[in-house]
Every structure is written in structure tokens, then in C-alpha cells.
């Protein structure tokens, strides 16, 4: 059973940083689409960032396109989103999701098959 942690999230300053961890355990496949999510109060789930680390291709969606960045540590199952210029609108629980089906990192959207319990990101001055 895949199981994943996030971690890193806070209370940061409009135009700081963050950079949020995913530990990842329990994979039965060698290659994963992992991608990482939010959800604002009153929004639907959508997607940040995706990782397919068959090939460490990665998908950014336009909300953090040129701000945020997707990475991998394999040597720690560790998946990292550094986000950058946070804006108030980047406020949400961001969540991190893992699936076998390797297509869906390119499509990045919240249909993944494993979820972590999230980690709140508050972007306030």
C-alpha cells in the first residue's frame, strides 16, 4: 500500500518561499506519476505539479508555471515542490498523490490513486 507525507507547509509572506516534502513508501511499481495538488476553502481540487519519474519529465499547470518547481531525491522515495513569489492565492491545504498509471502525470489532475493527508500553506503578510 503506497503511502505518502507531506510536510513543510506553513505561514509564509507574500513574495516568500516554501518547499514542501513528499516521503513516499510502499511502492510496487518502479515508476510513478507523482504530482502534487491543492485545494482552497469553497474550490475544487486542482492540479500544481507533476513528476514522472521514469523519466523525471515534469508538468507544471499555468497558476505556478515559472514559480514553482517539481523534484525528485530517489536515494529518499522524497518528492519536493519549491514554490516561490507565493501570492496570497497560493493559500490551500496542498496535497501530495501518487499513481502507477504513468500518463497521469502529463495530464495532472486530482485523479490519482493514492493521496497523503495534506499540509496547510497560508500565504498571508
Known amino acids: 500500500q503506497v503511502q505518502l507525507v507531506e510536510s513543510g507547509g506553513g505561514l509564509v509572506q507574500p513574495g516568500g518561499s516554501l518547499r514542501l516534502s513528499c516521503a513516499a513508501s510502499g511502492f510496487t511499481s518502479d515508476y510513478y506519476a507523482i504530482g502534487w495538488f491543492r485545494q482552497a476553502p469553497g474550490k475544487e481540487r486542482e492540479g500544481v505539479a507533476c513528476?514522472?519519474?521514469?523519466?523525471?519529465?515534469?508538468y507544471y499547470k499555468d497558476s505556478v508555471k515559472g514559480r514553482g518547481t517539481i523534484s525528485r531525491d530517489n536515494t529518499k522515495n522524497t518528492v519536493y515542490l519549491q514554490m516561490d513569489s507565493l501570492k496570497p492565492e497560493d493559500t490551500a491545504v496542498y496535497y501530495c498523490a501518487a499513481d502507477a498509471r504513468l500518463l497521469l502525470a502529463r495530464l495532472c489532475a486530482p485523479v490519482f490513486a493514492s493521496w497523503g493527508q495534506g499540509t496547510q500553506v497560508t500565504v498571508s503578510s
Open positions: 513528476i514522472n519519474t521514469s523519466d523525471g519529465t515534469t
